[in-house]
């Protein structure tokens, strides 16, 4: 239960992270309040994970699914470059949390 809380919490860092771009500053309410809402969730799940899985693994792995996942929003949405030295990169990234999972 808690690889699945902390997945979705890595999910919710990819929310938040957006919202928090489309809140330009905080000027704009709806996606202000949706990266509150999320950036809580995130860390309360993450917090939650954290009671079973040790700290450097879960935090990593968070960080990790919230990058990547930021990332390829901005690659797919936002117009950032996809080259594929930075979906490589990316994929350096997923083969890390995979490991951890793994080693766990």
């Not at 949706?34 to 935090?59: C, D, K, N, Q, W």
């Amino acid at each position: 239960m808690a690889w699945l809380v902390l997945i979705i919490s890595g999910v919710l860092e990819t929310v938040w992270a957006v919202a928090l771009e489309s809140s330009r500053g905080f000027s704009r309410l709806v996606p202000t309040l949706v990266f509150g809402i999320a950036l809580a969730l995130s860390m309360g799940g993450l917090a939650y994970a954290m009671r079973s899985i040790p700290i450097g693994t879960g935090y990593a792995v968070w960080v990790g699914i919230g990058a990547v996942g930021t990332a390829l929003y901005g690659m797919a949405v936002l117009g950032d470059p996809g080259t594929l030295a930075r979906i490589g990169c990316l994929l350096l990234i997923v083969s890390g949390v995979v490991g951890l999972k793994v080693l766990h």
